[in-house]
């Protein structure tokens, strides 16, 4: 099997990461970020066209004040810092989620710089910031119904907030859990999915290589009988 055109993470584990360290969890999350820069890099660097990172989910906005405002300062400093490194990789950034439950400092600081992204040919960098499946799926079945569109596969895809991306590939589950969480809820029909034992932190490039090893080696029919079975 070829090398994955689009891979999604689900970053879990920072805070428990934290924990085991006698550490607050922010130490966790700054440590996350650092773990998510150097795997972006990595992943690109290796050729694939497409990586989407789960950062925060809607659920997520309910943890305590001070988890929330760390992670939001943690965001000023990536969409600050982190945009002419992607623009001299010719890397679009984009970020799907409800950007309107984010400090209004935040969300537009998110969008102002990633619009400074638009255009990089190596690589699509997607992060899903409060952001959450089901209210993906229900916002893009209330637009169909305001315009009156009857919908397919491929239009209804086209309507959600992934819309214009390759097919999802292989979605990587850090931190021990074994699932979804809410996360690329349509996109992951066909997808292969890979769960790690290892905290986020602690994933390392090499953990990822054994990971897209993983997907090369399986066989993927959807749903076909191949030939001689």
């Known amino acids: 099997m070829s090398l994955p055109r689009h891979i999604a993470i689900i970053m879990d584990g920072n805070g428990r990461w934290a924990k085991r360290r006698l550490l607050p969890r922010t ?111 229900v916002s893009a079945c209330n637009r169909a119904v305001r315009e009156g569109r009857e919908v397919t596969p491929e239009t209804f895809a086209s309507m959600l907030s992934t819309g214009g991306m390759p097919e999802l590939d292989l979605l990587i589950r850090t931190g021990k859990e074994k699932r979804v969480s809410n996360f690329l809820l349509y996109e992951a029909a066909y997808a292969e999915l890979y769960f790690s034992e290892k905290l986020f932190p602690d994933f390392t490039a090499r953990d990822l290589d054994r990971a897209i090893g993983e997907f090369e080696k399986r066989e993927r029919r959807f749903g076909r009988i191949d030939a001689g079975r």
């Open 27 to 137: 130490a966790g999350h700054r440590a996350g970020l650092k773990r998510m820069i150097s795997l972006t890099d990595h992943i690109f660097a290796r050729g694939i066209e497409c990586c989407t990172l789960f950062a925060l989910s809607a659920e997520n906005l309910s943890r305590p004040e001070e988890e929330l405002n760390a992670l939001y300062g943690l965001f000023r400093v990536y969409f600050t810092e982190q945009i002419p490194v992607l623009r001299e990789r010719g890397i679009t950034l984009r970020v799907i989620g409800e950007l309107s439950l984010l400090p209004a400092d935040v969300a537009s600081l998110i969008g102002e710089n990633t619009a400074k992204t638009a255009g990089g040919e190596k690589g699509t960098l997607t992060v899903a910031i409060g952001y959450g499946a089901r209210q993906d799926i």
